[in-house]
């Protein structure tokens, strides 16, 4: 049954992700074509396929990081077989020669991801920069500032989806929660961390597992004052739907200056229980239309919903890394 199970969903999830792309691009020939009812259709049908392939992945839940990067690596192995390719004409060639270059540039940035992971629990934003830029036109994958334009097939820097370590909304709807479950979440997540950094020494609170990454105390200052974040953004939209979303400072430097790493754990918990109320009583006394009102956020609109969500998972993510350095 188990074995059966699998291939079920492993059938589900190729089949899914090769339908997603045929359907998006029948869609564009579609509009192309002056035909934008049958064009919504298959952009819809796209989106429900893609959809069923992620939960399908979900429930198949088999790979680590480094495996999926390895094969990735494969995935995307530059065309050495171009030459012997006979027959097609200099336009269908040179889009085939861009993609190999495309291909060769994202290797470049797996591969050093790959042996960042050999030696952290994450890939270091000295390995790899903190942003990407993944073009639309070609499909390149650029690092660090803004590009102005792709060096692969010239688009502009409109055509860039920036993809950074922190977000508060994805295309994507990566792991949304409702309502209930980030209160639960919210809610929870105090006593766990509580519970992990009482257990251990002061000492493995305060050490830095690299000279660029945070302290354990470090991660809680920047978890409450991501809360406080929160707060802001939150009564903004309440206050005035598409409110403005930035904040002066990117939100992993809040807590920089402000003494966080030498805080004894006492105080540390009384400032992350403090920003964590003000949170909850936001939260509880919502009503389902608080939760669908939108800002403006770097990217994308972004609903009360998408922000508790990205709130929560942030929370969840950052107990784990404190876990990992704990050693719980």
Known sequence: ?????????????????????????????AVLQGRFNIAKLLRAMAHSQRIIA??????????????????????IGADKDLDIVEGVDSRVR??????????????????????????????LESDVAQVLWGCYGCGAILEGA???????????????????PFYSATAEHLSQLRPEGI???????PDEVEAVITAVDDDVLRQK??????????IVGHMLETDMLFVV??????????????????????????????MPVDELMIHMRAARARSLDIVRNMTPEDW????????????ILDLGTWLANHDRGHLEQIKRLCKI
């Open 183 to 189: 209160i639960t979440i919210l809610d929870g997540i």
């Open 292 to 303: 669908a009102r939108k800002g403006q956020g770097s990217t994308y609109k972004t609903s």
């Open 1 to 29: 049954m188990e074995h059966e199970l699998k291939r079920l969903l492993e059938s589900e999830i190729e089949r899914g992700g090769r339908a997603y792309i045929r359907n998006v691009v029948a869609a564009e020939q």
């Open 233 to 262: 953004r939150v009564q903004r939209v309440l206050e005035a739907q598409g409110a403005e979303l930035k904040s002066p400072l990117p939100p992993w430097k809040l807590h920089e200056g402000k003494g966080y790493e030498t």
């Open 146 to 164: 803004p590009p102005h334009a792709c060096p692969f097939c010239g688009v502009l820097s409109v055509e860039f989806e920036a993809f950074g």
């Open 94 to 123: 040179k889009r085939l020669e861009q993609s190999a270059n495309v291909r060769e540039k994202s290797r470049d940035i797996v591969q050093r991801a790959i042996v960042s992971l050999q030696s952290n629990s994450d890939v």
């Open 209 to 218: 597992p690299s000279r660029d990454e945070w302290c354990v105390a470090e």
């Open 54 to 75: 992620m939960e399908a992945a979900r429930l198949l839940d088999e790979e680590q990081e480094q495996d999926i990067l390895s094969v990735i690596l494969d995935e």
